[in-house]
Structures are given as structure tokens and as C-alpha cells.
């Protein structure tokens, strides 16, 4: 029911000059949810987001699981920078070339504008490891996906997969996989308060690590909240370790790369860096586990951004003391016709 790690509050910070490096004005944290207001859950039971949809629609689809999508095999040009899968536009920072067991960041909370109730937006850190069809990768952060939640609220997420999505795997607790043991903390459910333009900005710190005699991977929310974890069972690669870190942006629409027009569908605020660097979508203090090591800063990493007329990164790591990324943008403008 607890992990065998104890991780310390204070475990990010790799050197003592990153003390006192935050500005005025930089994100507070949350940990707050709406349904807190109403109430708590007592001890030895966990909160449930009630479901109110079929478990599977009329096409098919298993609800709560991603859409599986065909990877992209195409030369890399300045419209398309990177070969990710279809239907999924990222703007994001990654590293690899280690074993990872865990992964951190603090994440700036907003609430995107969702064209179509089949699209969804999301910020999110995911440890990964596999191929591009049946890659595995447990994830966690924030999202707006109105085909899981029914409705536009920004919400906190988990997500699994063993395969690429194509049979395994599902957000929060619609399907069996991910083991909640925290009466705090529902999946699932509306984070409050959130960023707005010009106004207070809030932020949520989540970590995923492994657990280093079970292999299980829990997610810690708030440096302070053990939430559950996914049994070691579920994979076979990354049940040892996770091959690629990954921080950022994630839209999915069936109306990206190329096609027209363009989802209106925003990633982070909807606003595009680098101007107005505090008012867009915003990742700091990413952090990794190697070999179920210390947290420490990655040392190599890479921006990939799949449309960057659409959605765009601005990553700052020379002459700052702790690196940090703004993401986001509107989708379909006159850049993004």
C-alpha cells in the first residue's frame, strides 16, 4: 500500500545556488481539486469519478483508452521536424541514452480551448521504452478531453499502455491497471484554481518513479501525495526500466499534420512563445531518476515539435541556473491555416 521509496521533499534541488533562483510572479502550487469542497473520503477508502458513458461506442472504440495511431515515415522537413505518430501533435522536450526510473516537472495549469468532443489536450510527463507501434509508457498530468470526462474541465490524468494503445491501457481508473491507494487525490478530477490570462498563475508537481525492489511505477502528486501506482506486471520492458523521458504538449485531433483546415484545438493557453513567456503553457524544474538514483537535471536533452506554425517551443537552458520550456499555441490561424 506504500511505496518503498521514500522520496524527500526537497530531493530536486541538485545544487544549493538553484535556492532562491525563482522569480516574482512564477506559478504557485496547487494541489487543490473541486470536489474537495464538497467533502473528503475517509481513511482506507479512495475517491471514484463515477462513469456515465458505454464502455464501448458505436465504432468500436474502448473508452478511456487513447486512439491507436499509425506511425509517420516521412523525411524530416522545416513543416514537419519530427516522425511522430499520426494524428498527435507534440511540442515537447525529451532525453535518452540512460536507464530512467523516474521523471519530475512542475506544470503550469490552464485550461485549453477543445474544438470537438473526439479531441483532447493535455501536459504531461511519460517514461517510455519500446517501438513505435507497441512502445510502453506510463504518463501523468493535466488534460481537457471531453471524450473521457464529458465536459471541458482541466483535470488530472494518469495513462498506461503496454502496446501502443491498440489493446491495453486507459486513463485513471476506467479500466483495471493503475492501483490507487490515496484517499486525497481523485484521478480524474477538475484541478482548482487555474492559471488565468494576466492573473494569478498556478502550477501542479508530479512525479512518476519506480520503486526499486517491486518495480512498481507510482505517481507522487505535490511532493507531498503517494496516488497509486501500476503494477510491474503490466509491461515487459518497462517493467525493468524506461528508455526516454518525455516533458510537454500534447494535442490529438484527427485534423493535424497537413490537414484542412486545422483544428482551433489549443495546446498549453492557446498562446504561442516566446512572447509573453509567463502566459503560455510552461514546464520547470524537469527533473530525472537514473537507475533509481537521485533526481538530478538531465544531461543531454532535445526539442521536438511536430508543427511548429501550430503549436511552438521556446526552451531556455544557457545562462539561466534551472532550464525551462514554454509550449503551446492556437492550432488553426493565419499561420496555421
Known amino acids: 500500500m506504500s511505496p518503498t521509496k ?13 535556492d532562491g533562483t525563482k522569480k516574482k510572479g512564477t506559478a504557485t502550487t496547487t494541489t487543490s481539486q473541486i470536489w474537495q469542497k464538497s467533502g473528503s473520503c475517509p481513511k482506507g477508502t479512495i475517491p471514484i ?16 483508452r487513447k486512439r ?9 522537413t522545416l513543416d514537419n521536424t519530427t516522425n511522430s505518430l499520426a494524428n498527435h501533435s507534440v511540442s515537447e522536450v525529451y532525453t535518452e541514452g540512460y536507464s530512467y526510473s523516474g521523471a519530475k516537472a512542475d506544470t503550469k495549469v490552464w485550461t485549453p480551448y477543445v474544438e470537438k468532443e473526439d479531441e483532447y489536450s493535455t501536459s504531461r510527463v511519460v517514461i517510455q521504452n519500446g517501438g513505435l507501434r507497441d512502445f510502453e509508457l506510463v504518463e501523468t498530468g493535466w488534460a481537457v478531453n471531453p471524450s473521457v470526462y464529458n465536459d471541458h474541465e482541466t483535470r488530472l490524468y494518469v495513462y498506461w499502455t503496454a502496446d501502443g494503445s491498440r489493446t491495453t491501457g486507459c486513463f485513471d481508473l476506467t479500466c483495471p491497471g493503475f492501483v490507487q491507494v490515496n484517499h486525497k487525490i481523485a484521478l480524474g478530477a477538475a484541478i482548482y484554481p487555474i492559471s488565468k490570462p494576466y492573473g494569478l498563475p498556478y502550477q501542479i ?30 509491461f515487459v520492458l518497462l517493467k525493468y526500466q524506461g528508455i526516454m523521458v518525455k516533458w510537454g504538449g500534447e494535442v490529438y485531433s484527427s485534423m493535424v499534420k497537413g490537414k484542412h483546415p486545422h483544428t482551433a484545438t489549443y495546446m498549453g ?19 530525472v531518476e537514473q537507475n533509481s538514483g537521485p533526481l538530478i537535471m538531465p544531461e543531454w536533452t532535445q526539442v521536438n515539435v511536430d508543427e511548429y506554425r501550430c503549436y511552438d517551443i521556446s526552451y531556455l537552458i544557457d545562462y539561466v541556473a534551472d532550464p525551462i520550456f514554454y509550449y503551446g499555441g492556437p492550432g488553426r490561424s493565419w499561420r496555421c491555416p
Open 6 to 18: 521514500v522520496l524527500k521533499s526537497n530531493g530536486t534541488i541538485v545544487r544549493e545556488k538553484l
Open 49 to 64: 469519478r463515477r462513469i456515465q458513458k458505454n464502455v464501448i461506442n458505436n465504432n468500436g472504440h474502448v473508452y478511456g
Open 68 to 76: 491507436p495511431s499509425e506511425p509517420r515515415y516521412q523525411e524530416t
Open 205 to 234: 508537481i508530479v512525479h512518476i518513479y519506480k520503486d526499486p525492489e517491486t518495480n512498481n511505477w507510482w505517481v507522487n502528486y505535490g511532493e507531498s501525495i503517494d496516488i497509486g501506482y501500476w503494477p510491474s506486471e503490466l
Open 269 to 287: 493557453n492557446g498562446e504561442m512563445p516566446p512572447a509573453m513567456y509567463d502566459e503560455c503553457g510552461t514546464m520547470a524544474r524537469m527533473r
